[in-house]
């Protein structure tokens, strides 16, 4: 097994880049099959989830404007050109077989196609997902609040981060504003930065039901609305 300091620890993305952060902690990402550690997600806070929250609203005024529906068929085609290193992701991290990665990211591809504008409070929506769903799940949350103007910090499961990433990297390819899909890496302190943040509109969370009910009262508790 290699050394902790030379596993690659996975950055933020915030503002349309990698974000590094000196996080206080870090979760050990383990090939769902080996067991072996692969990566290290960064447990961050609310410095972080500060940095994520400020820069979905400065660019909400640009995403306004933005061609929306068009953006999302170019991710859409972007991602069926990384199928393959998508699926791998999926298959290492979730411990998905091949044809079921496969699958799940063939419907991420048909979601973004086939986007609908749904109901959202405009603004910031925040996106938890966990280890059940890491990929689909919380993209079928982001791409309607996305269509319908608002920007979104997805916080993805630390146990399962990848996926959802290096989409992230994908949207700026594609030529999403900065600041319109963000990446905020932590644990249930995330969650609570998130819920106490006061520009962030809504929680949606997407994943086990057990998880949602303990996120949901954290939500509560900060008189914050919240989805499934």
């Not at 591809?109 to 966990?130: K, N, S, W, Y």
């Not at 990929?135 to 996305?146: D, E, V, Y």
């Not at 989409?167 to 932590?186: D, M, S």
């Amino acid at each position: 097994m290699p050394k902790t300091e030379e596993i690659l620890a996975l950055p933020l993305w915030i503002n349309g880049h990698a974000y590094l952060t000196m996080a206080p902690a870090f979760f050990d990402v383990r090939d769902a099959r080996s067991g072996e550690v692969r990566r290290r997600t960064p447990l961050g806070g609310a410095l972080e989830t500060q940095a994520a929250v400020d820069a979905a609203v400065n660019a909400a005024p640009v995403w306004s404007a933005a061609p929306k529906a068009a953006l999302l068929d170019a991710l859409a085609d972007t991602l069926t050109h990384y199928r393959d290193h998508f699926a791998g992701l999926l298959a290492e991290e979730s411990g998905l077989d091949a044809t079921e990665a496969i699958s799940e990211v063939d419907e991420a591809t048909r979601a973004l196609r086939e986007a609908t504008v749904g109901p959202t409070p405009g603004g910031v929506v925040a996106i938890v997902g966990d280890f059940s769903a890491p990929f689909l799940a919380p993209l079928r949350h982001a791409i309607p609040a996305l269509l319908a103007g608002a920007t979104v910090v997805v916080k993805p499961s630390p146990k399962a981060p990848s996926t959802l990433f290096a989409l992230a990297e994908l949207t700026a390819r594609c030529g999403f504003p900065g600041g319109v899909f963000n990446i905020l890496h932590g644990d249930l302190a995330a969650v609570e930065a998130l819920c106490a943040n006061p520009l962030v509109t809504e929680i949606r969370f997407a994943g086990d039901p057990a998880l949602g009910g303990s996120i949901a009262a954290i939500a509560a508790r900060h008189e914050k609305p919240f989805a499934t």
